[in-house]
Structures are given as structure tokens and as C-alpha cells.
């Protein structure tokens, strides 16, 4: 299947400062590409949708200023924290759908576990 | 709103036997329907998927079954083994390039 790739798989980061992920579609174009929160024992939450070429989408109750998210080429999104406070701390997911095939699978990448000390 | 509703939150199974996972859904515009593996500290991994013009659909020991009318749809897992030890999340999205919507996950334990 199709891979999408990220990038840290980890990261510990002081209060204050910004972090920035990595999401690669690795054997496909993504114009679309989504943005996932996971808490400890939780499911999946949608926080934002990242278009290539132009503004991203967030849900309701996501700050666009804290996560900036940026599309500029049909492989790469990156979610950039900024400001990181400890509440931040949670496992990020990107995903991003293989339009090519029948059906439009959706695959995800490794995650990245966030800590904010 | 809570789109998908997946059940139970937890299962424990004998090795061998086979475990089911339901997931039920409110959306009828929803077309596409995956399942996800996800162990911890890992991405979730795409089982299966299947569309609505399909009731069923097989890969290996993995099964979806799908109830157009009932707005249901479950995952067998036969011959389960320890290794398949995870948490297990059903999805649904919108036709195009749409996000997914999860349900809450099934944490599975095969025990020997």
C-alpha cells in the first residue's frame, strides 16, 4: 500500500519554544492532507486539513495561530506547534488519501509523540 | 456528534477464536469504510476497507461484514492470535478527499 511518512517519531521540546513535523506522501501526490490528535486511550480527532497551495482547514476549537500547518508541495505538509505549553503534549498524526486507486485509501503516518517539559 | 459508534471498548479472546467488532454509523452519505490496527506508540495501519455497494469482504483472517440498511458494519477476525493484540478503530468518510471519522476503539487482548 501507499505510505506516508513522518517525521520526528518523537520529540521533547521546553515550554516556549516551536516544533515542527514533517508528513510525506512517499509514492503519491496529496493535494489533501489531514492532521489527527491522539490522546492516551483515546481515539483519533481531526484537527485540521491541510490543502497544498492554499490556507488549511482547522476545526472548530483548534487555534490556527498555535498549530501552523503548511502545504507547499504536493508531497509535504508540515505541522509546526508554536509556543508549546505542556497541554500540547499528545501524539500527532498525519494521513493523507491515495486518490490513484479505485477506491481513495487513506493511510497514516508513524506519529509523533510530543512532550512539552 | 459522535458519527461512528464502535463497541465493545474491550474484548478478550482465546487464541484461536474469533473476535468481532461493531461499528455502527448515523451518516448516509458516508462511502467508504476502514478498519485501522494501531499499536501503541505506532500510526494506525489500514486493515480493510469497504464500500457500501458491498456486503462483505474478505482478506486473510480478516472480514468485513456491511448492513446497508442497518448502517452497520463489523470486523471478524478469525483464528485470532496474540500477536493481533491492539487497538482496533472503524471509520467512515464522505465521497472525495474527505477526512475519516473514528469510532471510540476496541482494545483487543488474544490471550493463550
Known amino acids: 500500500g501507499a505510505v506516508v511518512s513522518q517525521h520526528p517519531s518523537w520529540v521533547i521540546c521546553k515550554s516556549g519554544t516551536s516544533v515542527k513535523i514533517e508528513c510525506r506522501s512517499l509514492d503519491f501526490q496529496a493535494t489533501t492532507m489531514f492532521w489527527y490528535r491522539q490522546f492516551p486511550k483515546q481515539s483519533l480527532m481531526l484537527m485540521a486539513t491541510?490543502?497544498?497551495?492554499?490556507?488549511?482547514?482547522?476545526e472548530q476549537g483548534v487555534e490556527k495561530d498555535k498549530f501552523l500547518i503548511n502545504h507547499a508541495s504536493l508531497t509535504l505538509s508540515t505541522l509546526t506547534v508554536t509556543s508549546a505549553h505542556p497541554e500540547d503534549s499528545s501524539f500527532y498524526i498525519c494521513s493523507a488519501r491515495d486518490q490513484g486507486g479505485a477506491i481513495p485509501e487513506a493511510f497514516f503516518g508513524q506519529g509523533t509523540r510530543l512532550t512539552v517539559v | 456528534q459522535q458519527q461512528v459508534k464502535q463497541s465493545p471498548q474491550s474484548l478478550i479472546v482465546q487464541k484461536g477464536g474469533i473476535s468481532i467488532i461493531n461499528c455502527a454509523y448515523e451518516?448516509?452519505?458516508?462511502?467508504?469504510f476502514p478498519w485501522y490496527q494501531q499499536f501503541p506508540g505506532k500510526g494506525p495501519a489500514l486493515l480493510i476497507a469497504i464500500r457500501p455497494d458491498v456486503s462483505e469482504k474478505k482478506e486473510g483472517r480478516f472480514t468485513i461484514s456491511f448492513n446497508k440498511s442497518a448502517k452497520q458494519f463489523s470486523l471478524h477476525i478469525m483464528d485470532s492470535q496474540p500477536g493481533d493484540s491492539a487497538t482496533y478503530f472503524c471509520a467512515a468518510s464522505n465521497p472525495g478527499n474527505t477526512p475519516l471519522v473514528f469510532g471510540k476503539g476496541t482494545r483487543l487482548s488474544v490471550i493463550a
Open positions: 491541510s490543502n497544498e497551495g492554499s490556507k488549511a482547514t482547522y
Open positions: 451518516n448516509t452519505a458516508f462511502d467508504y
